[in-house]
């Protein structure tokens, strides 16, 4: 079947009403839950086949959110659905108004590849529960994870509801031809320029889930051995290969000197061993390539800075000496390579950050309630953490998305069904009176009081 008859499908089916039925979307939830959970090992063994990712790390950053978001969805859709009252002004009395959520339709979601059953499956679970049909795009990268999704996905769903169509360029092309109700992507920001346009010619809105230069600030005050034990997880997780990993640190310059070698202490005790399954590979040649082209000056190179083409692993590597002019401070890394670069004032730290398009997180380690009401304050950037790094998306009550340059849109819990709802505004009157007021003939007299009622 080609994609327009497809999409003509899932349209039709929107059109019977079944998704608007809270009840159908809870059997289908459920539905997804279970085909997951009794799959669980081909969901453990594709993705290890694709880049190494371990059980532990699939299961703890991929699994169990989306275990988690089915979940919630479940438990809260009767809330999220009911229309909600909101107070009618004097002009409109006696009246009622109210707002009620309203599915777009038929939705596109385009997934990156990075946590590929996780980005691909939330915003799906955020579109069954606010009553949309859903083709599914994942990334075509991690090859084995994408057919998976598709055959599991395709195998226990009715394609005019759920379907997984499989594809890299080409095919997202041909199927942003088609006019959606919504399309949500994860991916690069050059990549989500292509979206928002393809998009813009059917007038269809989008959500853009993108990247970017996500800085940590270190000042002098911290708890040492708790800021690296955190910050050295949350970069090397997936062989930093996550959106929100820190992409540079910028620390208090009397520190430098201690938080790198804290920071080496951390690494050296720490197992990253892709045969000790405590390690990702680098998923494919090609970003391989690009991660070791930053590795081309050994002065800079403070820790690792080896790597092994063939097992496509780069260990975790510490960078120093290094300026916002160099390359590899001018795209975003996504890769275990960590740039520590140093600040003598946070006025210098936020000058520096602000010269770099908005990221799509900032992480501040500090006791200083001035400094981190100064980050907050003068920082514009999706969402982030103060102490930590990467776990604000662990929060389901948190909306996540970018600002700026870093996405457009937000989701998660509630905000993810936001983000598939259009938000009806419905104004009810009676026939119990109607004043003359608004009437013409337009007299002084009733102006008079047009003024003192909307005033
Ligand atoms: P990507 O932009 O290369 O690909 C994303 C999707 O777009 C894939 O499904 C791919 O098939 C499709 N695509 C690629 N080129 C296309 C084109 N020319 N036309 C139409 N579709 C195209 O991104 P990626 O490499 O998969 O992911 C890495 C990027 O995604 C990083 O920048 C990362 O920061 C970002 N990311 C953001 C989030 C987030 O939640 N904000 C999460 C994960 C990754």
Redesign the pocket.
Same mark, same amino acid.
């Given at each position: 079947m080609n994609y327009e008859d497809c999409i003509a499908q899932q349209r039709h089916f929107f059109n019977t009403n079944t998704t608007k039925d809270v009840s159908f979307r809870i059997k289908e939830l459920r539905r997804l839950r279970s085909v997951l959970q009794e799959n669980e090992e081909l969901l453990y063994s594709s993705i290890y086949s694709d880049f190494k990712k371990s059980k532990f790390e699939t299961y703890t950053t991929e699994l169990s959110i989306i275990y988690h978001d089915i979940d919630l969805a479940i438990s809260k859709i009767k809330k999220w659905t009911k229309k909600k009252r909101v107070f009618s002004g004097l002009t409109n009395l006696p009246a009622r108004s109210y707002i009620i959520p309203e599915p777009y339709g038929t939705i596109l979601v385009?997934?990156?590849?990075?946590?590929p059953y996780q980005?691909s499956l939330c915003p799906a679970i955020a579109a069954i529960s606010a009553g949309c049909t859903v083709i599914l795009?994942? $990334?075509?990268?991690p090859s084995n994870t994408a057919s998976t999704l598709a055959k599991l996905i395709n195998q226990n769903f009715d394609p005019n509801f759920f379907k997984v169509i499989e594809g890299?360029?080409q095919e997202?092309?041909d199927l942003?031809k088609i006019k959606f109700d919504k399309i949500f992507f994860?991916? $690069?920001?050059p990549?989500g320029k292509?979206?928002y346009q393809a998009a813009a010619k059917h007038l269809t809105p989008v959500t853009l889930?993108?990247?970017g230069k996500s800085p940590a600030i270190i000042t002098k005050d911290v708890n040492m051995a708790m800021t690296v034990k955190r910050l050295v997880w949350a970069k090397f997780l997936n062989a930093g290969q996550t959106?929100i990993a820190p992409d540079y640190v910028m620390v208090e310059s009397s520190v430098h000197k201690t938080f790198l070698e804290a920071m080496k202490t951390e690494i050296l005790n720490t197992d990253y061993q892709v045969e000790n399954h405590n390690y990702t590979q680098i998923v494919n040649d090609k970003n391989f390539e690009r991660l070791v082209s930053f590795l081309d000056n050994p002065d800079k190179i403070s820790l690792g800075g080896d790597y092994n083409a063939e097992k496509r692993s780069i260990p975790p590597t510490l960078l120093t000496n290094v300026e916002f002019s160099d390359k590899i401070m001018q795209e975003?890394i996504?890769g275990p390579i960590l740039p520590v670069l140093s600040f003598e004032s946070i006025e210098e730290a936020i000058t520096k950050i602000k010269k770099l398009p908005k990221p799509?997180s900032c992480y501040v380690f500090t006791k200083s309630n001035r400094i981190k009401k100064k980050v907050l304050d003068e920082i514009s950037f999706g969402g982030g953490a103060i102490n930590d790094a990467v776990m604000h998306f662990s929060e389901p009550r948190l909306p996540f998305g970018?600002v700026g340059d870093s996405?457009i849109g937000q989701y998660h819990g509630r905000y993810g069904f936001e983000t598939f709802s259009h938000q009806k505004s419905i104004l009810q009157k009676s026939f119990l009176i109607e004043l003359n007021l608004k009437y013409s003939p337009y007299t002084k007299n009733k102006l008079k009081w047009i003024k003192r009622l909307l005033s």
């Open positions: 385009i997934g990156a590849w990075n946590y980005l795009k994942p $990334s075509e990268v890299g360029v997202t092309t942003l994860t991916g $690069s920001v990549v292509i979206i889930e993108l990247g959106c975003e996504f799509l970018g996405g």
